[in-house]
């Protein structure tokens, strides 16, 4: 998965699709881009109440998910990791516009470059774009 967006009705998505792939017993792999970038920053993960459509309802749709017992997405994520094969990239350039390392970021595993995960996705069945 190619995860550009940053908002949280995004990334539940892509965090429920990373859990339903480990649950099938696939492999995932999700490359971060700018804004991708920016939500997994550790001072933005979990204050993030953004969306990409619809903004004034952002504190409705956490109080729905909330009564829903839907846990946040990066928790969402981090239990696939825990149960499955997840690796999450950032990307390189988008790392260095944040002025962001390795170490700034929850749950990344590594910073590559653009073309190192255009090679990852040749060899991939799916590829999704969020």
Do not use: H
């Not at 920016?38 to 998910?65: P, Q, W």
């Amino acid at each position: 998965m190619t995860v550009m967006s940053g908002s949280i009705d995004r990334l539940v998505g892509m965090a429920v699709l990373a859990s339903a792939a480990v649950s099938m017993d696939m492999e995932v792999e999700i490359f971060l881009q700018l804004w991708g970038v920016y939500a997994f920053k550790k001072d933005v993960i979990k204050k993030n109440m953004n969306l990409s459509e619809f903004n004034e309802l952002g504190e409705k749709v956490a109080s729905r998910l909330k009564e829903l017992n839907i846990p946040p997405w990066y928790e969402m994520l981090k239990q696939a990791k825990e149960t499955g094969k997840v690796k999450i990239y950032a990307c390189s350039t988008a790392t260095s516009i944040w002025n962001a390392s390795k170490e700034d970021l929850e749950l990344v595993d590594e910073i590559i470059g653009a073309g190192e995960w255009v090679e990852k996705m040749s060899n991939a069945k799916i590829n999704l774009f969020i």
